[in-house]
């Protein structure tokens, strides 16, 4: 009813998430996809900074990760210099908050009333009239959805004393009520100062990033910013990768802490967060954390959604134990059906060429007839696909939608000076409108 604006939309939409179910998919609250059933050995998915759809770290990414069928949320909290607990990541502003007039600021001094200058960039990257959130604007978000029993992961990026923890703490615990969040820190004086404060808080351990994973981002945002004017929305990333560097290679591997070292320290409700590529090199890793009797192992990557997707899906190919929760950019939909593509059901709609050939198709009957390994978060899309007799699939391909057509043509000749057929397994990057076709039949074309 949300997303209704008629009965006929109403009814549009009831249909669309009937056929859905039959696919053991459904439209989230959000207006993204999920799925009704998965394995249960399947991790928990996180929204890494909020829903991937908003801005990092604002508001509506923290609120709109309950109904968008996440299992929690991932936030970044720093300290200004006097003392304000704000949501941020970098070590200076101007990526995802900024000013009109171009200021940055380094957040190891800025203050509330230059905080307070800044606004929210929109995914496109554009400054809106959003003011740069605190926080205390985050839990309150939070607490619109504290029935859901999901917790909020709020990730210390800043040094903080035990009187700013303290005040921290007070705050989570008014806005959103002990058992509704918990914390996470690369620094594990901080998570021992948290123990003090609050023994009942589960603390999140965070192993600093593999170092071949830390090199891989530095070439890859090196590469990107190359033709970028942008430079500053990655520089500072690149910055901050190299001091992760720095004291990995001069702390003689007090960054990683063995499981037993952190039960010894926060005691058992405490927990893992490591880089998926630490996880896929060490097969005892999930053991070693059950055996000390953490409650949680927790995959993060700093080299981006495919690659995290993708080892995700080789440690469940492999018969690997997989993480508890992936702090994850992408939803559920996308992550389990990478780790297995079974979990989309069969077709249950039968129609022939010459029922969808050129003909005005419903999305419900478009979701009925769609292959497994269709991309069912582009329903818009594929409509025009459909009706020509293709589609397009979660690996972003084109695909002919009738095997019998797609047998034929490939065994048409192809001549140098007349239209080209699309193999099956042909790559396309489709933007835009739809995409006319032609393919070599008897007599042209």
Known sequence: MKYASTPERLAELEAEQVALSKRNLFITGAGTLSLISVPSSFPDVVAHRGHFNWPENSPYAVQMSVPADFDGAEIDVMLTDDGYW???HDAKTGRSVGRHDGKRFDMDDISGKEWNSLR?????GQLTNYPAPYAVDLFQHWAMHLGSGKPLNIEIKSE???PDLYNLDRMARQ???QGNFFYSAMKMETLETLREINPQVY????WEADGESIEIAKRDYRKAVKSDAAYAAYSNWIESAGRYETRRRHRNGSNKL???EVRNKLGRNAGLHVDIRNIVRAPTIASR???AGLKRLASYSINGTEYHQSQLAWLERNGRTLPDEVIADTDKYHMYTRMQPSLIKPPFLKLSREQVIGQQLTQAQIIGLLPADADFSRLDEQGDYVTNGFYLTLAGKVRALFQAQAAVST?????NDGPKRIRDDESLEVMGAAIEISLPVKGGQ
């Open 160 to 162: 903080a004393d035990a």
């Open 120 to 124: 929210i960039r929109d995914k496109s």
């Open 289 to 291: 954390v059950k055996s």
């Open 175 to 177: 806005y959103m009520g």
């Open 411 to 415: 065994k048409a000749k192809v001549v």
């Open 86 to 88: 704000v949501a941020h």
């Open 203 to 206: 603390l999140g351990y965070v």
């Open 258 to 260: 063995s499981a037993i």
